[in-house]
């Protein structure tokens, strides 16, 4: 009966999208840090944090308002518990561990281990429970449960709590724990000293009357401030043979304070690459729209620069590190991951359906561009694909993996070349158009509805009248391109203008057809 | 100027295209050489071609074309061969139109010292258009079909005649949109200068004989336009 209760709540939850919708948004929320709304909840407990510790500071020799006692000791506490139970909540998929176990057990034929997956589900949560930042999580709930003055100090475990916050933090965290077992190394070396000398010191100050070490609580506390070079004076030897033991203690006090910095140093350096690639991924994910480039050649810089000078945003995936580098180096932001593997999409946490504003293929080959295409359209089928051609004949493989757009150099070049030679002037005025150079430009200007009835009545007005050139009109609904359009042509919202003038020009016949549809 | 003969220089992917496109635009029509390999691609590719090398007196292509007809491509494999083919083109032929190949702007920049008319930096070009195409999808569609499609829309350049009806009339004192169903986009004034400026720039130009018009608009009004434009004052 249990077991069946059991099976059939997991198989509701597991189904209900609602259910599924909150635990990935709490999920997000808390772990997630490509969540763009993960940075206000951080800033928000971090808030709270500086708060709590804070209200425990004026506390110390001040009276502080019952109000905010109550906020810090409950509305705070009642915060992080509620953060606390969440994470529980997330960590670990408990509607999916029934459901394996009932499959489990169905397929080999024998009645469900209910018992099984409980077990499972408690592994799973203890991990959670016992793990370092979740202690401290349980910590800086604490005064929560209880008053006691005692307690109060609990409220400084909240300052741990930063770790889970920031990012810099967390990071100096995983650094230093690289080098565990040279830290512990250099404690048990500082341990063995400070234990040795202590009691070395002690046996030969303390029977001396003139001397200020005389127990061995002294002797340690001396030990401790001499080994890592503070030597506040307060206790000092006075017999020949204790200055001797400070003499090999302050030698290896600076052994000590080496080995330490060395440890640091080296753990910084060989993280430093990883460092700056883990910043680099974070700050692409809080990129809303970019061009992602696919390999990187002297093609690829010329396409990112275009693009930028246009105010976009590109990204680059290129495996090989040195192109990478040299990437860094022409100013584009560059990562060293395989585009055609998903898994490198889940390493550098891109969202491309909701990211990408188009994908542009230039690896080096076409087999290459075939298979990146094939992993990009995984992950989405509606993101615009773009590929240079390599080899004619490969030109229908590329049209099968999905790309919308091919470019095939060679045969561009060869069909300006017959338009070079047979219109020069004309293929000279096109040209500077498309170059933007001349100062002139020929725009698209998608139209709104309002934008749309009011199209005709600002391009008559004097300003525009013999200075913007409307080529026509592009109707999205049959896909027709209505050139030198008359103004009576119904003109409906999504329909594209092509217009050629300025720049400045071209953004004042925007404006006013904006300002106009506003009135 | 209207050529009769065109000469390809080199026979790689880039040239090949360029001998299809423009082929059986003039009536004769070459494809120069540097290496059998070369030619035997190019006699795959349904071409002649002969053989030369870059100390060569270009006697064979003075006894073979008019060189007052002659537009001539540049297409080599190799930036600094191409430069210096040009070079010595140039060198010998001072007024024949060169249109060379070139990898990037660096290369261009040499070619266009070489005496070069018009380079052509495959990098740029190609770029600029992988950016116009998702950048501006309806503009590049609009064009490639005016230039490389079948359609009915094209641009043309028109020569003022000297008994023409607009000489001596402003740019602007004419609706030609509203009048003839073309749009003018350019006009090269010879009495400012040989390179063309934008109607959009506002300049309010005088209409002077042999002046150029850049106009887009469908074929039959084209046609039109250019009969209209031959009727005198």
């Known amino acids: ?519 | 100027m209207i050529y009769k003969s065109a000469l390809v220089f080199g026979f790689n992917e880039y040239a090949k295209q360029i001998a299809l496109q423009i082929s059986g635009e003039y009536p004769s029509f070459a494809v120069f050489v540097m290496t059998e390999a070369e030619k035997t691609f190019a006699r795959l590719a349904g071409f002649e071609a002969e053989l030369f090398d870059l100390s060569e007196d270009w006697k064979s292509i003075e006894e073979r074309f008019n060189i007052n007809e002659l537009i001539v491509f540049c297409a080599l494999d190799n930036d600094a061969e191409n430069v210096f083919l040009t070079i010595s083109l140039r060198a010998t032929f001072e007024n024949l139109p060169i249109i060379a190949l070139a990898g990037d702007h660096e290369s261009a920049e040499k070619m266009k010292s070489a005496g070069a008319n018009k380079v052509m930096p495959i990098l740029q070009i190609t770029a600029g258009i992988i950016s116009e195409m998702l950048e501006k999808p309806t503009v590049t569609e609009v064009l490639h079909d005016i230039f490389y499609e079948d359609s009915k829309l094209k641009i043309a350049q028109i020569t003022v005649s000297k008994g023409s009806f607009v000489v001596g009339k402003h740019l602007h004192d004419i609706d030609w949109g509203n009048e003839y169903d073309v749009l003018v986009l350019a006009i090269v004034d010879f009495q400012l200068g040989a390179t063309f400026s934008f109607t959009s720039r506002g300049h309010n130009h005088h209409i002077d004989p042999d002046d150029i018009l850049v106009v887009i608009g469908y074929e039959d009004k084209i046609a039109a336009f250019s009969k209209a434009m031959e009727v005198s004052v």
Not at chain 1, 437 to 449: K, R, Y
């Open chain 1, 1 to 519: 009966m249990f077991s069946q209760w059991m099976v059939g709540i997991a198989f509701f939850l597991h189904a209900s999208p609602r259910y599924r919708h909150a635990k990935k948004f709490f999920y997000n929320l808390l772990e997630n840090p490509a969540y763009p709304y993960k940075r206000f909840f951080d800033y928000t407990m971090m808030v709270l944090i500086v708060i709590s510790v804070y209200i425990l500071i004026l506390h110390v020799k001040h009276e502080v308002s019952p109000k905010w006692i109550f906020f810090n000791n409950y509305v705070v506490s009642f915060i992080f518990f509620i953060e606390y139970m969440l994470r529980l909540w997330v960590y670990s998929d408990t509607s999916k561990i029934v459901i394996e176990q009932y499959e489990h057990d169905v397929f080999i034929q024998r009645p469900f281990n209910y018992f099984n997956a409980l077990r499972t589900i408690f592994k799973n949560k203890l991990t959670f429970v016992t793990s370092t930042s979740s202690i401290i999580d349980m910590l800086a709930i604490m005064p929560f449960f209880h008053e006691f003055r005692i307690l109060r100090v609990f409220i400084l475990f909240r300052v741990f709590k930063l770790f889970r916050y920031s990012r810099s933090l967390s990071q100096l965290v995983s650094i230093l724990s690289s080098k565990k077992f040279e830290i512990f190394t250099l404690g048990i070396f500082a341990a063995v000293i400070i234990l040795v000398s202590s009691v070395l010191i002690y046996v030969m100050e303390a029977h001396n009357p003139e001397s200020k070490i005389n127990t061995l609580f002294d002797a340690l506390y001396w030990s401790v401030v001499t080994i890592f070079t503070v030597g506040y004076g307060d206790f000092v030897p006075v017999t020949d043979e204790g200055r001797i033991v400070a003499m090999a203690i302050i030698i290896a006090g600076i052994a000590v304070i080496s080995f330490a910095t060395s440890i640091v140093v080296s753990a910084f350096t060989e993280k430093l690459d990883q460092i700056k690639e883990e910043k680099l991924i974070d700050d692409v994910g809080k990129i809303d729209q970019f061009y992602l480039i696919c390999g990187y050649s002297p093609l690829a810089a010329e396409v990112a620069r275009q693009f930028i000078r246009h105010g976009n945003k590109i990204v680059i995936l290129e495996l090989d590190k040195e192109k990478v580098q040299q990437a860094h180096k022409d100013g584009f932001t560059a990562l060293a991951y395989d585009s055609g593997s998903l898994h490198s999409y889940q390493a550098i946490k891109i969202d491309i359906p909701s990211q990408a504003k188009a994908v542009i293929l230039l690896r080096e080959s076409d087999v290459l561009n075939v298979y990146t295409a094939l992993t990009i359209r995984e992950l989405s089928k509606k993101v615009p694909l773009l590929s240079i051609l390599h080899q004619d004949e490969n030109r229908r493989k590329l049209s099968f993996a999905g790309i919308n757009e091919i470019v095939y150099t060679q045969e561009l070049i060869g069909l300006i070349s017959k338009e070079v030679s047979g219109r020069p002037v004309a293929f000279e005025v096109i040209h500077a158009l498309r170059s933007e150079n001349s100062g002139v430009f020929i725009e698209e200007i998608g139209l709104d509805a309002t934008m749309a009835e009011r199209f005709f009545e600002i391009a008559k007005l004097p300003l525009f009248h013999k200075r913007l050139i409307v080529l026509g009109i592009y109707k999205t609904s049959d896909r027709k391109f209505l050139f030198n359009p008359s103004t009576d042509l119904i003109i409906k919202e999504g329909d594209v203008a092509i217009v050629i003038a300025t720049r400045s020009l071209i953004d004042e016949f925007q404006t006013l057809m904006y300002q106009k549809g506003k009135r």
